[in-house]
């Protein structure tokens, strides 16, 4: 009668656990990354009876989770690949929308600026038309240090969002180290394992992929190691290592503002520099990404284009004359040539973007009297002479205009002297019919490729000349060349020929391509500049146009990822409610069914008392 007894109360006992279990299920369908549970019984060992083995009932012998630990890696992994993309693809939309906007960007504001100097052009004596050009260069400087203001608002949000990070990062470190030792004392082996435990810490893993990469070792004692980067411990057993932020040195010399990322060695102040290059996905890497390249490109990019600009215009402002004839004093734009000095002699692309900040911020307008731009010639042509005195000239070529062409690498730019004199002579019948004599070294004179009816030379010394002119003669002729003195009788005859330079600026190749390289974002000192202020600017914006496209393909591909292996997961780990209720009736039945055996059992054992 024992026996009966006995298998009814360990039926009772498993259908009362396996209702206990899927009770559990049921509550926490909505909990985040629970495993559904399963209770895992066997047949009790059988006892021999004479006529064979008997059956005891049943034995519980674990509550498991349902959990495949490969597929769980891959949630790890897409989740952090998802996350990363996803804090590039947030950047580089601002990045984006600032550099492409009509209103915000810098095409406007320069196509605004030449137009004013092509309107001077027209009346080079009017000081509003001069006070025009200031104003518009004002507000081309304004633009660079709007744009240079919202993308350092884009690099700072990035540092707090690393910071911020960094601070979660070490919360859920901390977290797991907890439950390591929670899951390491309530651990009995053969199954019998903290199972909601287990569930917490690997969602605990999971929220810290979102923020950095993890690589997780399960300890043979249950405990999880959780390491970073190229192995750098974040969790060792009970134990958890700090991550922290610092900027500037050792890791960033070169700028003290860039952040970088450290292990903190417990019980000490000393630090392992992580390479972030290596994290590997997560928030965090995202950011440091975003920031340490196409923050770095951009703000590189502009601060080029300030620094070029300024000093071409600065260049040939200083070949020219002001309105009372003197030669130019003032630069037109703040000089920045020491900060590409800088750029260049940095070593880091952290250093070359440090030094292209500090430029986009000193980038403004020098001159303020309208009479001091320098709109008219620093040269000019005499009337032509004969070679030979005998003869009478049939006609005189005439210089209508004669001008300087600044140089637009950091060489010398020198001003044509006055001793000794600047011939040009003019030989009938030659192509071109000029040459220069300057000093007695005759320079041929070619037509010029991007001006029509413009020639032009270049001098040993290095004055570059551009002129035009009218007339030809029969006789071989000699036009001297010299420079203006801002004498009174010089002032009736100034013209617009160096501003017209200064217009041509807009299509001249002061760029020279940003290195496709993730290692430098500044070209080689000497290297051809090959594109226009604007056609450069586009390249920049095709840059983060490109970049911004690119990230969002891979963002979508990675979320798709995600999704998938998030349902691979629910199909395996998930709570099915029509399962579940399944179950219940199940065990409802099997739990009605033993009761009814120990029933059973208690009339048998009372008939037999009654036979007494």
Same mark, same amino acid.
């Given at each position: 009668? &024992?026996?009966?007894?006995?298998?009814?109360?360990?039926?009772?006992?498993?259908?009362?656990?396996?209702?206990?279990?899927?009770?559990?299920?049921?509550?926490? @369908?909505?909990?985040?990354?629970?495993?559904?549970?399963?209770?895992?019984?066997?047949?009790?060992?059988?006892?021999? @009876?004479?006529?064979?083995?008997?059956?005891?009932?049943?034995?519980?012998?674990?509550?498991?989770?349902?959990?495949?630990?490969?597929?769980?890696?891959?949630?790890?992994? *897409?989740?952090?690949?998802?996350?990363?993309?996803?804090?590039?693809?947030?950047?580089?939309?601002?990045?984006?929308?600032?550099?492409?906007?009509?209103?915000?960007?810098? &095409?406007?504001?320069?196509?605004?600026?030449?137009?004013?100097?092509?309107?001077?052009?027209?009346?080079?004596?009017?000081?509003?038309?001069?006070?025009?050009?200031?104003?518009?260069?004002?507000?081309?400087?304004?633009?660079?240090?709007?744009?240079?203001?919202?993308?350092?608002?884009?690099?700072?949000?990035?540092?707090?969002?690393?910071?911020?990070?960094?601070?979660?990062?070490?919360?859920?470190?901390?977290?797991?180290? %907890?439950?390591?030792?929670?899951?390491?004392?309530?651990?009995?082996?053969?199954?019998?394992?903290?199972?909601?435990?287990?569930?917490?810490?690997?969602?605990? *893993?999971?929220?810290?992929? +979102?923020?950095? +990469?993890?690589?997780?070792?399960? !300890?043979?004692?249950?405990?999880? &190691?959780?390491?970073?980067?190229?192995?750098?411990?974040?969790?060792?057993?009970?134990?958890?290592?700090?991550?922290?932020?610092?900027?500037?040195?050792?890791?960033?010399?070169?700028?003290?503002?860039?952040? &970088?990322?450290?292990?903190?060695?417990?019980?000490?102040?000393?630090?392992?520099?992580?390479?972030? !290059?290596?994290?590997?996905?997560?928030?965090?890497?995202?950011?440091?990404?975003?920031?340490?390249?196409?923050?770095?490109?951009?703000?590189?990019?502009?601060?080029?284009?300030? *620094?070029?600009?300024?000093?071409?215009?600065?260049?040939?402002?200083?070949?020219?004359?002001?309105?009372?004839?003197? #030669?130019?004093?003032?630069?037109?734009?703040?000089?920045?040539?020491?900060?590409?000095?800088?750029?260049?002699?940095?070593?880091?692309?952290?250093? $070359?973007?440090?030094?292209?900040?500090? %430029?986009?911020?000193?980038?403004?307008?020098?001159?303020?009297? #309208?009479?001091?731009?320098?709109?008219?010639?620093?040269?000019?042509?005499?009337?032509?002479?004969? @070679?030979?005195?005998?003869?009478?000239?049939?006609? +005189?070529?005439?210089?209508?205009?004669?001008?300087?062409?600044?140089?637009?690498?950091?060489?010398?730019? #020198?001003?044509?002297?006055?001793?000794?004199?600047?011939?040009?002579?003019?030989?009938?019948?030659?192509?071109? #019919?000029?040459?220069?004599?300057?000093?007695?070294?005759?320079?041929? *004179?070619?037509?010029?490729?991007?001006?029509?009816?413009?020639? $032009?030379?270049?001098?040993?010394?290095?004055?570059?000349?551009?002129?035009?002119? $009218?007339?030809?003669?029969?006789?071989?002729?000699?036009?001297? @060349?010299?420079?203006?003195?801002?004498?009174?009788?010089?002032?009736?005859?100034?013209?617009?020929?160096?501003?017209?330079?200064?217009?041509?600026?807009?299509?001249?190749?002061?760029?020279?391509?940003?290195?496709?390289?993730?290692?430098?974002?500044?070209?080689?000192?000497?290297?051809?500049?090959?594109?226009?202020?604007?056609?450069?600017?586009?390249?920049?914006?095709?840059?983060?146009?490109?970049?911004?496209?690119?990230?969002?393909?891979?963002?979508?591909?990675?979320?798709?990822?995600?999704?998938?292996?998030?349902?691979?997961?629910?199909?395996?780990?998930?709570?099915?409610?029509?399962?579940?209720?399944?179950?219940?009736?199940?065990?409802?039945?099997?739990?009605?069914?033993?009761?009814?055996?120990?029933?059973?059992?208690?009339?048998?054992?009372?008939?037999?008392?009654?036979?007494?």
């Amino acid at each position: 009668m &024992s026996g009966i007894f006995s298998i009814g109360i360990s039926g009772l006992n498993a259908a009362r656990a396996a209702l206990d279990v899927t009770s559990h299920n049921i509550s926490n @369908v909505n909990t985040d990354g629970y495993n559904r549970q399963r209770l895992s019984q066997s047949a009790a060992t059988p006892q021999f @009876v004479g006529y064979g083995y008997a059956g005891r009932g049943v034995d519980l012998y674990a509550v498991s989770r349902l959990y495949d630990s490969f597929m769980d890696e891959q949630l790890q992994n *897409v989740t952090a690949s998802s996350s990363g993309f996803q804090a590039q693809a947030t950047a580089l939309s601002d990045i984006d929308n600032l550099i492409t906007d009509a209103n915000a960007g810098l &095409s406007n504001q320069m196509q605004g600026f030449y137009a004013s100097l092509q309107t001077l052009s027209q009346q080079p004596a009017s000081i509003a038309a001069r006070q025009s050009v200031i104003s518009q260069a004002e507000s081309l400087s304004g633009r660079f240090q709007s744009m240079n203001t919202r993308m350092e608002e884009v690099r700072n949000g990035l540092i707090n969002q690393i910071n911020t990070s960094v601070d979660g990062v070490n919360s859920y470190a901390r977290q797991i180290a %907890a439950l390591n030792e929670q899951i390491l004392s309530l651990n009995q082996g053969e199954g019998r394992v903290p199972n909601d435990l287990l569930d917490q810490r690997d969602t605990l *893993v999971r929220d810290l992929n +979102k923020l950095i +990469k993890t690589d997780v070792v399960e !300890q043979s004692d249950g405990m999880y &190691s959780v390491y970073i980067g190229q192995g750098h411990p974040l969790v060792i057993g009970e134990t958890s290592y700090e991550m922290t932020m610092t900027r500037g040195a050792p890791a960033q010399p070169e700028d003290p503002e860039a952040p &970088s990322l450290a292990i903190k060695l417990p019980g000490t102040n000393n630090t392992v520099v992580l390479n972030s !290059q290596l994290i590997g996905g997560g928030s965090i890497a995202g950011a440091m990404t975003t920031l340490q390249y196409d923050v770095a490109r951009v703000q590189t990019d502009l601060g080029r284009m300030a *620094v070029e600009f300024s000093d071409a215009m600065n260049r040939q402002q200083a070949l020219g004359v002001d309105l009372n004839g003197q #030669p130019a004093t003032a630069p037109m734009f703040a000089d920045l040539t020491a900060f590409r000095t800088n750029a260049e002699n940095a070593t880091t692309p952290a250093g $070359e973007a440090k030094a292209m900040r500090d %430029a986009l911020r000193r980038f403004a307008v020098a001159v303020q009297d #309208p009479a001091q731009l320098a709109v008219a010639s620093g040269i000019q042509a005499g009337a032509a002479v004969p @070679v030979d005195p005998t003869e009478v000239p049939g006609g +005189k070529p005439a210089i209508t205009a004669i001008w300087q062409v600044s140089n637009l690498s950091p060489a010398a730019n #020198p001003l044509l002297g006055a001793a000794p004199a600047l011939a040009l002579n003019y030989i009938p019948g030659n192509t071109p #019919p000029f040459e220069a004599d300057y000093g007695g070294t005759i320079v041929p *004179v070619t037509q010029s490729a991007t001006q029509s009816g413009v020639y $032009e030379f270049t001098l040993a010394s290095g004055e570059h000349i551009a002129f035009k002119f $009218e007339g030809q003669a029969a006789t071989a002729q000699t036009i001297p @060349v010299t420079p203006r003195t801002g004498a009174a009788s010089e002032s009736a005859q100034l013209d617009n020929a160096n501003l017209l330079e200064m217009a041509r600026l807009q299509t001249r190749p002061l760029m020279a391509a940003t290195p496709n390289s993730t290692s430098t974002f500044m070209p080689a000192v000497g290297a051809a500049r090959t594109g226009s202020l604007q056609s450069f600017y586009g390249q920049t914006v095709s840059y983060v146009g490109s970049r911004t496209n690119v990230v969002q393909v891979s963002l979508t591909a990675q979320e798709a990822a995600l999704q998938e292996v998030k349902l691979k997961r629910e199909s395996l780990s998930g709570v099915n409610l029509d399962e579940e209720a399944a179950n219940l009736i199940r065990y409802q039945q099997a739990y009605q069914a033993s009761s009814k055996v120990i029933q059973v059992a208690q009339e048998i054992f009372q008939s037999l008392l009654d036979l007494r």
